[in-house]
């Protein structure tokens, strides 16, 4: 059975999609470091639009490699929850507002298990860099975590997490843009 990995040896198309992914991850990352107290009061809104946008790059990502990718549905039905769930969060933005740190962490836990999983598809490809992916996955995973047991943590707190776990996933999917770039 090929991996995922062994089937970048061929082809990736739109491995950019990754690295704007992942600039997008960095620049709310950035602007919530900048503006704890606006980011806290605007995050649902922000969030919900960030999900649907990374959703529909996901999806178009997923399609256009689902010839190439042996896991290719597993991105595209991650990427159609981001879409899902980023509709419902605009729709809803009173609703999104009181839950939006337990959906962001569980959303930021999805995020961690799929980096956790693409860094053993490249450790098996035997890339070098697979060890920081892993390291990014526990960590995000770790700081959802603590976002759900701590809710109460204060306004402050939980915006730097969230942020330095957005930073954390933008510089995986940046990093990941450019390994796959040089698999194809």
């Known amino acids: 059975m090929s991996t995922f990995v062994q089937k970048l040896e061929?082809?990736?198309k739109h491995c950019w999609i990754s690295f704007v992914v992942g600039i997008l991850f960095?620049?709310?990352?950035?602007i919530m470091l900048l503006f704890p107290i606006e980011s806290y009061e605007t995050i649902s809104r922000v969030f919900a639009v960030l999900m649907f946008v990374v959703g529909i790059f996901e999806v178009v990502f997923a399609f256009?490699?689902?010839k190439?990718?042996?896991g290719w549905g597993w991105i595209l039905s991650l990427g159609i929850l981001d879409v899902v769930l980023g509709?419902?969060?605009i729709a809803h933005p009173y609703l999104s507002a009181?839950?939006?740190?337990?959906?962001?962490?569980?959303w930021l836990?999805?995020?961690g298990f799929s980096l956790i999983g693409t860094s053993m598809d490249l450790q098996r490809f035997g890339n070098q860099t697979w060890g920081w992916y892993l390291a990014i996955g526990i960590l995000s995973i770790i700081c959802a975590i603590g976002i759900i047991f701590f809710p109460a943590a204060g306004e402050f707190t939980v915006v730097y997490i969230i942020a330095f776990t957005f930073l954390f996933l933008g510089v995986a999917r940046v990093l990941l843009s450019f390994d796959l770039k040089k698999l194809h």
């Not at 960095?26 to 950035?30: F, L, P, S, T």
């Not at 009181?98 to 962490?105: D, G, M, R, T, Y």
């Open 87 to 89: 509709v419902f969060l």
């Open 109 to 111: 836990i999805f995020r």
């Open 26 to 30: 960095i620049a709310i990352a950035v």
């Open 98 to 106: 009181s839950l939006i740190i337990f959906i962001l962490a569980f």
């Open 10 to 12: 061929h082809a990736v």
């Open 68 to 70: 190439l990718l042996p």
């Open 64 to 66: 256009s490699n689902r």
